[in-house]
């Protein structure tokens, strides 16, 4: 019969929680946020705003290298198309936004 009322909790434990519990737990929510943000989110936006930036500095001569692993040295450029020389009189249109990286800037 003990084990019956100590799991109704009269068996001189007691029945609430810790006091502070839901601060710990608060404090856990806020330390977990905090290392997500440090880690995970603020390395990606500052990504995010290199590759941006690298997207609107594309110019015309610029060695470039495409998602997909073409190499090419863009001939011409709108807003959203970029045309890449890929070889002598080999011309291919790609979306800017396919741009992985600048591998060499044009000299002035």
Known sequence: MTGIAYAMGAGGAGGGAAPGG????IFVMV???AIFYFLLI???QKKQKE????????????MVI???GLHGKITAI???IVTLEIADKV????SRSHISGVTQKATA
């Open 42 to 44: 603020r390395p990606q």
């Open 22 to 25: 839901d601060m710990n737990f």
């Open 91 to 94: 011309k291919v249109k790609v």
């Open 31 to 33: 330390a977990i946020f």
């Open 51 to 62: 590759t941006k930036a690298m997207l609107d500095n594309l110019a015309h001569g610029d």
């Open 78 to 80: 709108t807003d959203q």
């Open 66 to 68: 495409t998602a997909g």
